[in-house]
């Protein structure tokens, strides 16, 4: 019995320091303007066969017509960019107040922030793409 629980808490200290580093990697990703980097990814809660590979580029609004009119032709934008093991595309201009526009879809999406404090990102799951429903639109850890 000693020996079973002994291998839980072994299991349970490694499962939480592989959550740990992932929070850093994506934190460290998500702070640089420019970076690409391998992901694990699901979408709509469904995880994807292999990994993302996530891009982090900056472009001039003028990419789409509507955030051109908000902020101005010229003004320089967070473009994330998802490709899929499928080879789809999913690409993500970052807005204020942690909003993002799907160039896809048209939609506005938000990225899931701490509870605490909604001037921080939440990445203890990863990085979290959230529908208008608060719902889990796309994860990337």
Known sequence: ????????????????S????AETSIAKFMGASQASASFSCA??????????VVTRSTVKASIDPVMAQIYGANEPLSLLTIKWPDNDVSRYLSMDSWELKNLGD??????????????RLDLRRGLII????????????
Do not use: N, P
Not at 43 to 52: E, I, M, N, T, V
Not at 106 to 119: A, G
Not at 133 to 139: G, T
């Open 1 to 16: 019995m000693k020996e079973f629980i002994k291998t839980g808490l072994i299991l349970a200290c490694l499962l939480g």
């Open 18 to 21: 592989v959550q740990a580093k």
């Open 43 to 52: 979408y709509k809660g469904k995880a994807a066969s292999r990994k993302c």
């Open 106 to 119: 048209q939609k506005t999406y938000r990225l899931k922030t701490s509870q605490s404090d909604e001037s």
């Open 130 to 141: 959230q529908s208008d429903a608060s719902a889990e639109h796309v994860r990337i850890w």
